[in-house]
């Protein structure tokens, strides 16, 4: 259709359409006032034709010729197909998000030790743990307006480079306050790295993988607690807090070569009207693919300058949400954010707590200064417990593609919260008590991946991008709140711990039953 429309608008004012002539019924050729018939011609007068010096026409073994017509850029990535350049850029995605989640969990083990060796108060501690969480939140929502500027590849490898660089510099601080501010830049550049990252994966991944790419990148995250509970197993033992911290940063240091290695998002390039750059990087993820060598060759169209895109984006994104639906919605969701990963990150820091300083006890002020110390069979059972995000994900990705729905996986999340905590205001041994935090581990995290889902298919495709960016910061945000307020929940007693959970899962509960329809489309399929 594009075709015809450009040749169309290529035709001159003065030449007549084509009609039968009425006497033999053959069609006219083209041609124009003069009645002299227009053909393509050379010097010559024959036809132009591809050809080589032999005369034949010359085909490299991938899908285009040699010499192709212009592609959009869409049809170029989606014929690169999936392989070991997909993986690749993938892999690098997937360690950032890694990354934020074994910071997390290094933090639930370090924070109480950090408290008895520094004599720290818990104001103090509170903030040293929420400190890195708070920081995402800003960084979170800078990181696009970034990316857009400035490109996906020098953001995420800056962010990943100051990651490593502020991680290993933590583990050589002498006072709290240094901590404090070397934790609060590791947590803007986690922040930063993690959705450029994700954006150029998905930018260079087609169509029909791309999904599968985001559900593998959100399983991510589970992965990276586990390797942070596992580090804590092994290292924390030997060479104390300061191996622990040290050893994350090293780790996920490879995520850097990745980067270095890989070509700027060609979309990206191509929009800023650098066809020649997004060309060759198309090229290289043919081969990388094993498609072979072949020519690309872009559509050329004028690059649209940054403030005509930004004035476009606002005026889209307030007509979008001046509907009435799309308007509530967008506010259910922040709600939903806030409360689904306030629960996961309040579970996630309560329960190496809970191992540690007592398990049917009240958890008291000289009880948590006599638990500065993480024994091998607390650690085993944190990283037990750890273990089962990345189990609680795929389980909700398969659910979710039942017939039970985006809608309702949530709403059993929400119910399973508040039924596994229940047994939990009683002493129970400690044989029952590890599992049933270990299933409410996996409901809270199950709560949090199934509120992503719903999020990114549940409003307008014009304004999703914003739409999950803008509640990702609020989940982040609410996770600082609930690790600022764990210290002083604790005081209150085991009741307070498992009410406050409770309550705000039955908020999350509340707040979907506003949401009035099912969600569209599939995830995995």
């Known amino acids: 259709l594009l075709y015809t429309i450009k040749f169309e608008s290529m035709v001159p004012d003065e030449l007549t359409p084509l009609e039968p002539h009425p006497t033999t019924g053959t069609p006219l050729e083209p041609h124009s006032t003069a009645g ?31 010499n192709p017509p212009e592609l959009e850029i869409s049809a170029a990535i989606e014929k690169a197909g999936c392989g070991c350049g997909t993986v690749l850029y993938g892999t690098a995605s997937t360690l950032l998000v890694c990354l934020e989640g074994a910071e997390v969990v290094i933090s639930t083990v370090v924070g109480p030790m950090l408290r008895c060796e520094w004599d720290l108060s818990s104001f103090q501690l509170s903030l040293l743990q929420s400190t890195a969480l708070i920081s995402m939140v800003v960084s979170g929502l800078l990181s ?3 990316a857009d500027s400035f490109g996906r590849k020098p953001i995420t490898l800056a962010s990943a480079i100051r990651t490593v660089v502020a991680g290993v510099l933590c583990a050589w601080t002498q006072s709290y306050w240094q901590f404090v501010t070397l934790r609060t830049i590791v947590g803007l550049f986690v922040g930063a790295g993690a959705v450029p990252g994700s954006v150029w ?49 090293l780790i996920f240091s490879v995520s850097i070569v990745l980067i270095l290695i890989l070509d700027e998002s060609p979309r990206y390039d191509y929009h800023q009207g650098l066809y020649s750059k997004a060309e060759k990087s198309i090229e290289r993820l043919y081969r990388m693919n094993g498609r072979g060598k072949v020519t690309i060759r872009l559509e050329r169209s004028a690059p649209a300058s940054t403030s005509t895109c930004s004035r476009l984006t606002i005026n889209r994104l307030l007509h979008e949400l001046r509907s009435s639906d799309n308007f509530l919605n967008f506010f259910l969701f922040l709600g939903l954010g806030f409360t689904s990963l306030f629960v996961y990150y309040f579970v996630s820091y309560v329960t190496p707590r809970v191992f540690n300083e007592g398990l049917c006890n009240t958890i008291t002020p000289e009880s948590r200064n006599k638990s500065c110390v993480f024994e091998q069979e607390v650690l085993f059972h944190v990283g037990l417990v750890n273990l089962s995000d990345p189990l609680a994900v795929i389980l909700v990705l398969i659910l979710i593609e039942t017939p039970l729905g ?120």
């Open 144 to 146: 696009s307006h970034l």
């Open 36 to 66: 002299t018939p227009l053909e393509p011609h050379s010097t010559a007068g024959t036809p132009l034709e591809p050809h080589s010096t032999a005369g034949t026409p010359l085909e490299p073994p991938g899908d285009f010729p040699l």
């Open 201 to 249: 994966m998905g930018e260079v991944m087609p169509m029909k993988f791309r999904a599968i790419g985001f559900g593998v990148t959100s399983l991510a995250w589970g992965i990276g607690a586990a390797v942070g509970a596992a580090i804590s197993y092994f290292i924390l033992p030997v060479f104390g807090w300061r191996g622990q911290i040290l050893a994350v940063p």
């Open 406 to 525: 985006r809608r309702k996986t949530f709403q059993s999340c929400c119910f399973l919260v508040l039924l596994l905590s229940l047994p939990l205001y009683w002493c129970l041994p400690k044989q029952a008590m590890i599992p049933l935090v270990l299933l409410i581990k996996m409901a809270s995290a199950g709560l949090g991946c199934s509120y992503i889902v719903l999020s990114m298919e549940y409003m307008p495709t014009l304004i999703r991008a914003f739409v999950a960016v803008v509640t990702t910061s609020v989940g982040r945000a609410g996770g600082a709140v609930a690790v600022f307020s764990l210290e002083y929940v604790l005081a209150a007693g085991r009741g307070a711990v498992f009410g406050l959970i409770q309550g705000v899962a039955m908020v999350a509960g509340g707040l979907l039953v506003a949401l009035r329809r099912e969600t569209r489309g599939r995830l995995l399929l």
